[in-house]
């Protein structure tokens, strides 16, 4: 596929959602707000990664915050398939996935960025709220486990 693929993606998703004219830079570049969430797109090598940022992990309770942060990233279990990542310097938490665009159709390109979106959401406001100083683990009937989505997502085989 090529980068004129993933532009037929966004132009065809844009006017879907009342967003004429939704294209990637010529680097392959388009950024898109969904309320307080931007969600960035970047297409390359045939690939398309959507990444979001969450937020800064607050100081006092980094090691905390990261904790909960990498015990989500199990299996991906809490970030519905994403990798939730800080960069250390500055602390900045992201979230973020990629897909082969040869393997999103226009139906499967929306699913896929309505569900990063949702969970992105989900995840800039559970940052917010640790660094508020919020719960970072919740009680369930095993012991403590990371505060996310659904913890239930895994598949027995």
Known sequence: ?????YAQLLDTFGRS???AGAAPDADGYCAM????LVVHLQYDDDTVTIF???GEVDEDRTEGIYAMLLAANLFWQGAKGATLSV???????FIADRRPVAQLSD???????GGFVTIADYWQK????ANAGGALWEEDGDGASPAGPDPTTMTRV
């Open 126 to 129: 559970r940052l917010a709220a």
């Open 1 to 5: 596929m090529s980068l004129a693929s």
């Open 87 to 93: 960069e250390p310097d500055s602390r900045l938490a």
């Open 107 to 113: 139906a499967g390109f929306r699913d896929w960025l």
């Open 17 to 19: 959602i009342g967003l």
């Open 52 to 54: 979001s940022r969450l």
């Open 33 to 36: 707000s969904f309320d307080d």
